[in-house]
């Protein structure tokens, strides 16, 4: 059984820092795309960051370009989302994603459907 395990999620001030990591287990992750989702009250899910198998490609939405980071380490089957220069807007819950396996070591997913695993979702509050 594929699960993926988020963490890292709290309460932070504007301006503040947190890390989310997320463990897989069931599946290695080294061949597949991942990615960080995001859903805040009310609103449709969206991608926040995507990387590619390779760590080669990576993707942002422009609402985090240059305070965010995603990385990886397939050695430990883990993704990770460092988040600096927090905003109020940030508030959502995020959710962890893993796609298909790619031969194309470039190849990065942005679309909900082309996910197949996801985390159960961990909270991030950023206060004003």
């Known amino acids: 059984q594929v699960q993926l395990v988020e963490s890292g999620g709290g309460l932070v001030q504007a301006g503040g820092s947190l890390r989310l990591s997320c463990e897989a287990s069931?599946?290695?992750?080294?061949?597949?795309?991942v990615a960080w989702f995001r859903q805040a009250l009310g609103k449709e899910r969206e991608i926040v960051a995507a990387?590619?198998?390779?760590?080669?490609?990576?993707y942002y939405v422009d609402s985090v370009k240059g305070r965010f980071t995603i990385s990886r380490d397939n050695a430990k089957n883990s993704v990770y989302l460092q988040m600096n220069s927090l905003k109020p807007e940030d508030t959502a819950v995020y959710y962890c994603a893993s796609g298909r396996a790619s031969s194309n070591r470039y190849y990065i997913a942005t679309r909900t459907n082309e996910y197949d695993y996801w985390g159960q979702g961990t909270q991030v509050t950023v206060s004003s």
């Open positions: 069931g599946r290695s992750l080294s061949w597949s795309p």
């Open positions: 990387l590619s198998w390779s760590g080669s490609r990576t």
